[in-house]
């Protein structure tokens, strides 16, 4: 499975960004997921949802600002970003956990800029 992470970019403090994470060569099951890793910091989780059942989690620094959602018809995961402040710039990860493996994207670049 490769998982294909877009939608990063430029944008001011306090706008919206949406992240997708599309799978090709297979499809989504288990868990899928956000990570972001800004420059000289490690990788941090930000958000899951249980591809099956729904369920979602989200990092602290994140609730009630950014919402992940599946489209299983279109095999993809999105990562709305509102609320955008500077210490969310980093590169983020899309990541399918399943079978007891783990499949990164090649991550999107995220800049908020104040």
Sequence with gaps: VQLQ??????????????LSCAAS???????????RQAPGKDREFVSNI???????YYADSVKGRFTIS?????NTVYLQMNNLKPEDTAVYYCILTTRGRNYWGQGTQVTVSS
């Design 5 to 18: 992470a877009s939608g990063g970019g430029l944008v001011q403090v306090g706008g919206s960004l949406r």
């Design 25 to 35: 060569g297979g499809t989504f099951s288990g868990t899928v997921g956000w990570f």
């Design 50 to 56: 249980s591809w099956g059942g729904g369920s979602t």
């Design 70 to 74: 599946g489209d299983k018809a279109k």
